[in-house]
């Protein structure tokens, strides 16, 4: 499988919606960790890059556009 392309300040779709009813997220913060923002209620999650990268579907909007 090969891996998924994110950067920084990307809009991301996950597999799962967040219970607030929205699926996109923003990357605010990349490191060992990933700090994701929900674009629906503000809500911040932090998970470790592997598991992101096994829950997020796709990339919608990079962040140059």
Do not use: T, Y
């Not at 990307?10 to 919606?17: C, G, R, S």
């Not at 923003?26 to 598991?51: A, N, T």
């Amino acid at each position: 499988m090969a891996d998924k392309e994110f950067a920084l300040h990307d809009v991301v779709e996950m597999k799962k919606q967040h219970p607030c009813g929205e699926n996109r997220w923003k990357i605010i913060r990349m490191g060992m960790d990933v700090r994701i923002k929900c674009l629906g209620c503000q809500h911040s999650v932090m998970l470790p890059r592997k598991e992101f990268a096994k829950k997020m579907k796709k990339v919608i909007e990079k962040a140059g556009e």
